[in-house]
């Protein structure tokens, strides 16, 4: 059974940051590709960034060039470095794990993979 449990959500001003971690147990395969997505009120899931079993990465438009994406094998920890936040990024960050060869959309449209609780992000201007 996995388990993925995020954590480091909270309310910061435009311009903040905030780092959040998902703490992952059970199996998944290495090759599996990791990720966080989010869904703000109103609307459809999204996908953030992702990172699969060789560590590429891949990010959204939305959130290229201010959100990194890493995963600790060793410590069973993904981590999302957000930085620069705005408040179009207000939203419930989800953790996600355990897909191959699907794009970030297609997770977040088909809801692929083993999803965590969410943790709340909240950005004020």
């Known amino acids: 059974q996995v388990q993925l449990v995020e954590s480091g959500g909270g309310s910061v001003q435009a311009g903040g940051s905030l780092r959040l971690s998902c703490t992952y147990s059970?199996?998944?395969?290495?090759?599996?590709?990791m990720g966080w997505f989010r869904q703000a009120p109103g609307k459809e899931r999204e996908g953030l960034a992702g990172?699969?079993?060789?560590?590429?990465?891949t990010y959204a438009d939305s959130v290229k060039g201010r959100f990194t994406i890493s995963r600790d094998y060793a410590k069973n920890i993904l981590s999302l470095q957000m930085n620069s936040l705005k408040p179009e990024d207000t939203a419930i960050y989800y953790c996600?794990?355990?897909?191959?060869?699907?794009?970030?959309?297609?997770?977040?449209?088909?809801?692929?993979?083993?999803w965590g609780q969410g943790t709340q992000v909240t950005v004020s201007s």
């Open positions: 990172i699969d079993g060789d560590g590429w990465t």
């Open positions: 996600v794990a355990g897909w191959r060869g699907a794009g970030l959309s297609t997770v977040a449209t088909m809801g692929l993979g083993f």
């Open positions: 059970g199996y998944i395969p290495s090759k599996d590709s």
